[in-house]
């Protein structure tokens, strides 16, 4: 995981609000991205914006400040009894614990910003909540951003008929924002979300909706907090 990281950091740019858009659900996926942010650590301080609902902010804060593990796990987030899309995952949970970590030991000041909403009618409107959230984020010079697929686009398109203009198009066309988009493309295996899924699909990374792409060969489903911790 580590080796992937690297060569993602590689291609990032130093400046700018970069969107990673990953399937959710994976226990590598998470692995990937605390390495990306420890990589990163070693140069700047950022903020990492994620696809947790706001109302776990105050938890996430209190993390942040005592590095303590119990607040982290006492959020709203991590105490559902359902297995959801798998943000609420073992390795998800286990990624933002990594951050406390990296502080610490880096003496750095990664902030971590819930950018969610769960008061939304409309795809649309979720999306421009994603993308008015990050922009209340830390102004650091990378705001640093993992969400799913959808919402990390830089153009709109179309699923099952209905137009979605994704937040990374908002936050560049409405927010006048600069953006790099880089998408986690696994070639197979399984994931989780509302059930165990097939990883599917040509594995061709479509370049008009993102800036760049990274394959990995194989991911398996993540696992889940009541269960593993």
């Known amino acids: 995981m580590r080796n992937y990281s690297k060569s ?18 994976t226990k590598e996926i998470p692995k990937i991205f605390t390495h990306i942010i420890e990589a990163l650590a070693k140069k700047i301080n950022f903020t990492v914006c994620v696809e947790v609902p706001k109302e776990n902010q105050p938890y996430f804060n209190i993390f942040l400040d005592r590095n ?7 959020a709203p987030f991590f105490k559902k009894d359902l297995e959801t ?8 949970f286990l990624m933002l614990k990594g951050i406390g970590k990296t502080n610490k030991e880096w003496k750095k000041h990664i902030h971590i910003q819930c950018i969610d909403t769960n008061n ?15 922009l209340q984020t830390n102004q650091n010079e990378i705001i640093l951003v993992l969400v799913g697929s959808v ?21 560049i066309t409405s927010h006048k ?5 880089l998408m986690i ?21 479509d370049t008009e909706l993102y800036d760049s ?10 696992t889940f907090i009541k269960a593993s911790l």
């Open 8 to 25: 993602i950091v590689e291609i990032l740019p130093s400046e700018g609000i970069i969107i990673i858009g990953e399937i959710h659900g």
């Open 68 to 74: 303590e593990e119990r607040y982290l796990r006492s």
């Open 85 to 92: 899309d798998g943000r609420n995952s073992k390795e998800f």
């Open 120 to 134: 939304w009618d409309s795809q649309d409107q979720r999306e421009e909540e994603l993308a008015k959230n990050i």
């Open 151 to 171: 919402h990390a686009a830089k153009k709109p398109f179309s699923i099952h008929g209905t137009r979605i203009e994704p937040m990374a198009y908002k936050l």
């Open 177 to 181: 924002k600069k953006v790099f988009s």
């Open 185 to 205: 493309l696994p070639e197979k295996g399984e994931y989780f979300n509302l059930g165990r899924k097939v990883i599917s699909g040509s594995g061709i990374i």
């Open 213 to 222: 792409g990274f394959k990995i060969p194989i991911v398996h489903p993540c």
